[in-house]
Every structure is written in structure tokens, then in C-alpha cells.
């Protein structure tokens, strides 16, 4: 039986970075002391994952690590701050090492690959959930917020929408392929970290697609205070979601299912082009999707059209694992 602080020391402990960093301590101590870069502002964010209602409890463990640092990252990339550090408490009902051990790797991986430092946390007992706090720094004045939307801006999403919920309708369904593209989607999200630096100063708002295009655009449009007119037809599908899922349910996830951890933005039309530049460099497609009205609610979908992912709303029978 290993102890909580040999669970972290085997599995949690990476090797300790420096003060290039921004780390003057790190994990072992009772906080981690951190040094923000003179004159930006810090972006602080944290997600919680638990096992049967975000991810499925026999989901691969790897896959289970990535994905928990991935959507709190991709809270960082909404605002277009770049990451810096994160704080993670683990609570699993025993300590099984290899699973561990994979999970762990997913975790660090994408640390690696984001530039993400491990700074501290916390493992106890109990039922599976993944508690991720993340810290990111963005210029003053700088970060995409929710309430900048403006009437006559366009409204667009990177990459495709739908992956997130077309992945889960086929776990669902038995499939258990990880190599399947909406699988992966589902799976292993990217959040969007470069391409939400390459927006500052181009988007007016923006948010990231986790609880359905519908229901997070209801959140820029409140908090800009403005509505929309949105164009189904121009909604950019996942790769496989209408083979897996059919036409019309397609549509459907890509409007209300979650997990897809796409930005939604929005911006002057005469940015266009500058945005498609600079993220067809990150080989990333940006469509457009509709526009920003000065009339309040959505215009163009369906009365009583899905709007997203709610925990506490939720109909029987939904939610995002199964």
C-alpha cells in the first residue's frame, strides 16, 4: 500500500524546474512559490473531472491524464494566455500502479508540450476525480474576454465541431478504437494554446467550445450584452461525424454536444483575413459561422434547439460519459 506522498514522489514529481521557469519552489513543500513574468497578468483557471460523468470509468488511463489537463488548459487559450504552471489533486479509490503510471504519462506529456510546470498538488481516497488548477500569463489589456462582442462582428470557430460528442456516441455504441478520429476528439482534446495568442488583438470575444457552441455562445452574448444570427449550414463537421452519426444528428452535435474544445470567437470583419493567415500557419482552419446582432437570443436554429451540457439541469440519461 503506498502512502500518499509515495504516490506523488513515484508519480508527480518532475524533475524540479528552475527559476527560467518561474518556479523558486516547487512541489514538496506546503505551497509552490512562483514568479510571474514583470508586468503581465496572471490567467488562473481550474476544471474538475470526474470518472462516469466526464470521462468513462474505463476509459484508457493515459487518455484520462491528457484529458484532464487539456480542458483547463483550453480555459488559458480562450483568453489567449500562454500557460505557465499547474497544481493538480488527484482522488482515486485505490492506487493501482499501472494505471498510475499511464496516467501520469498522459498528464506530463502534455506539460511537456505546452510548457506546463507541475508545480504542486494533492492525492487522497476516494471516488475517481481530477481536480486541475492552471496558471497562465497574458499582456495587460490584452486577453480575449467574453464581453467584447460587438453588433456586425463575425462569429467563427477554429478546427471542426462535433468530434467531442460523436466520440462519445461511439464509446457508447462499444467502439473502443483510438485511433478513431472522433475517438481521439473525444479522448485526448487539443486546447487551442497558440492559436489563442495568434487571435490577441484580432478577437473581440471568445470562449472555448466545452459545453456545446450553443450553450457557450449564450455566454458571449449575455455578457456582451448583444444576440446572433448563426448559419447551420456553415458549421465545419468533425472528421467521420455524419458516416458515424447521420446527417442531421451530425448537426446536432456540432451545435449542442460538448468536449469539442474549439474556440468560438468574435470578430470585425475587416480581421478576417489576418486571423486565417495567422492560423492557417498553425495549419488550422477558422470558418465563419454567423454574426453578432444588436437583436437579443440566436436567429437561424431551431425553437428549442440542444443548448449544451449542464450538470445540475441535466436530463435523465444525459451526460458526458457513460
Known sequence: MHSEFELIARYFTPDIPGPEAGVTLGVGDDCTLLAPTPGRRLAVSVDTSVAGVHFPEDAPAEAVGHRALAVS??????????????????????????????????FRELCDVTGTA??????????????????????????????????????????????????????????????????????????????????????????????????????VLECSGVGAELDPDALPLAEGLVEALGDEPARRAALGGGDDYELLLTLPAECL???????AALDLPLTVIGRITGSRGIAGVEEGAEGGWQHFRARPGKGRAP
Open 118 to 219: 507541475l508545480v504542486g498538488g494533492d492525492v487522497t481516497r476516494g471516488a475517481t476525480t481530477i481536480g486541475v488548477t492552471v496558471m497562465g500569463e497574458v499582456d495587460p489589456g490584452m486577453a480575449l474576454t467574453r464581453g467584447g462582442a460587438r453588433d456586425g462582428d463575425l462569429i467563427a470557430v477554429t478546427g471542426a465541431l462535433g468530434g467531442g460528442a460523436g466520440g462519445l456516441a461511439l464509446w457508447q455504441r462499444g467502439e473502443r478504437d483510438p485511433a478513431h478520429p472522433l475517438l481521439a476528439r473525444y479522448l485526448r482534446p487539443w486546447p487551442r494554446l497558440v492559436a489563442g495568442e495568434a487571435l490577441l488583438g484580432l478577437a473581440s470575444a471568445a470562449i472555448d467550445i466545452s459545453d456545446g457552441l450553443l450553450a457557450d455562445l449564450g455566454h
Open 73 to 106: 488548459l483550453s480555459d488559458l487559450a480562450a483568453m489567449g494566455a500562454r500557460s505557465r504552471w499547474c497544481l493538480m489533486a488527484l482522488t482515486l479509490a485505490e492506487a493501482d500502479d499501472a494505471w498510475l503510471a499511464a496516467f501520469s504519462r498522459g
Open 273 to 279: 483575413d489576418l486571423a486565417r493567415r495567422r492560423l
